[in-house]
């Protein structure tokens, strides 16, 4: 059964960081892409950032390029996600996602975690 289970969420202050971690089981974690979504509170959905199998390829969604980093560590089964100067509009509902292959482009979202709340105050 694949298990997805994210950590790190909490709140933050305006500008600061956190970092989102992905602890992944049930699947050959290595063999697939992964990733992030989120929810906003007005229930808008986003994906957010995306790594290759090989962690050789990311994409991020614009409004987060340039401040998010997406990471894995395939021997630790985990992805990471370091954002970094938050803003108000990127508090949400942060969902860690398996893609259905090993690419970022031309897959689908198969399974996904509970999810961690990031909360970013004045």
């Known amino acids: 059964e694949v298990q997805l289970v994210e950590s790190g969420g909490g709140l933050v202050q305006l500008g600061g960081s956190l970092r989102l971690s992905c602890a992944a089981s049930?699947?050959?974690?290595?063999?697939?892409?992964v990733g992030w979504f989120r929810q906003t509170p007005r229930g808008e959905r986003e994906a957010v950032s995306c790594i290759g199998s090989s962690a050789g390829v990311t994409w991020y969604s614009d409004s987060v390029k340039g401040r998010f980093f997406i990471s894995r560590d395939n021997d630790k089964n985990t992805m990471y996600l370091q954002m970094n100067s938050l803003k108000f509009e990127d508090a949400a509902i942060y969902f860690c996602a398996k893609r259905n292959t090993g690419w970022c482009r031309g897959s689908d979202f198969d399974s996904w975690g509970q999810g961690t709340q990031v909360t970013v105050s004045s």
């Open positions: 049930g699947f050959t974690f290595a063999d697939y892409a």
